[in-house]
């Protein structure tokens, strides 16, 4: 897969997983992140979430800052040019016997950039133009989740989950239209999601787009409208870390 492709699925289902599990105060015991070498930058590798370690190879700080704030690529302000092209290898280890899903992960993660780079930031806002996802006119076509949540996924042309939130459907939805999504169907619950669309650009598929799709699999749509959406503003950030 594409370095691009991938570091942007990976934020999705890291975001989406964020709504599956609760905070947990955690510490690392062990932490390094330094700069990839020279001349071994290539494709990009995330490890799986909820065990005692996290690995990052090869990741932009872009990447390392959406993974810690859970926010979109989008939603950052006021970042230097090279956090897209300056690549990092990180390892942390956890302390005692926390697993690191992606919500334990986030708080020491954020300490660790502060520290390593002096990152420094505060919270912002802007509008917009987005949709609400709404119920459609012949009302939604979604089936109640009766088993265990999965962690949702998204490829080209599908996005699908177990024990989904409309909240979460609505995440992995602006990733696909490339705009932000908000949740005003007013459905709570979790859900079973199935929904197959044709793939941007696609030219030899027979499905839908994703807005048609929405309607006739799920019986949702999307309104354009103008949206509130929350920014991250860099205030500093260095290039080098300061030594492990």
Do not use: C
């Not at 071994?40 to 932009?60: C, D, E, K, L």
């Not at 986030?106 to 996802?133: D, I, N, W």
């Amino acid at each position: 897969m594409h370095r691009t492709q991938l570091t942007r699925a990976a934020v999705l289902l890291v975001a989406a997983a964020a709504l599956h599990g609760q905070p947990r105060e955690v510490s690392f015991e062990v932490a390094s992140v330094k700069l990839t070498p020279p001349g071994s930058v290539g494709m990009t590798s995330i490890s799986p979430y909820g065990t005692g370690r996290f690995t990052a190879t090869n990741v932009t700080m872009q990447v390392l800052i959406e993974i810690a704030f859970g926010v979109a690529e989008a939603d950052i302000v006021g970042a230097p040019g090279w956090v897209e092209s300056q690549h990092y290898d990180l390892s942390v280890k956890a302390n005692g016997d926390v697993k690191l899903t992606y919500e334990a992960l986030k708080a020491p993660l954020q300490a660790l950039l502060k520290e390593r780079f002096q990152l420094a930031t505060h919270r912002g806002s802007k509008e917009v133009a987005g949709y609400a996802l709404v119920e459609a006119n012949r009302g939604a076509k979604l089936k109640a989740s009766q088993g265990k949540a999965s962690q949702p996924i998204i490829l080209p042309g599908r996005l699908q989950g177990s024990g989904m939130p409309i909240a979460t459907l609505a995440g992995m939805l602006a990733r696909v239209v490339r705009r932000p999504v908000v949740d005003k169907t007013g459905m709570a619950g979790l859900y079973e999601i199935k929904l197959s669309y044709a793939p941007e650009n696609a030219t030899d598929t027979s499905l839908p787009s994703v807005f048609t799709a929405l309607q006739q699999q799920l019986g949702l749509k999307l309104e354009p409208q103008k949206v509130t959406v929350e920014t991250l503003v860099i205030d500093h950030l260095e290039k080098t870390p300061v030594e492990n």
